[in-house]
C-alpha cells in the first residue's frame, strides 16, 4: 500500500494505493477530513475505500492521481457550498 497525505485550506486530503488481491493492479482510495471547523472538532467529509467502482490502475502512482483528483473534488465542492 502507498500513501500521501495533502492540507488542503481547512481539509487533509488522505489517498492510498491498495494492491489488488490477485495482484492485479490498485485500488485507489480517498478520505477527506475537514480539520479546522467552527467547533474546534473534525469531521469527516467523504470516505470512498474503492475509487471507481474498485478500478484497477497499473501504477501506484496513477491511483493515488485518481485519489487526489477525486479529493481535491470534494473539498472545491464543500468549500463552494460554504459547509463549516
Known sequence: MTLVQRDEGDY???CGAIEGARDDGYIA????NQVRTINLVPRESFRD???ACGHRWASPEAALSYAMAKGLEVVKTE???GIC
Open 12 to 14: 487533509c486530503i488522505y
Open 29 to 32: 482510495a480517498v478520505v477527506v
Open 49 to 51: 475505500n474503492a475509487l
Open 79 to 81: 468549500q463552494s457550498r
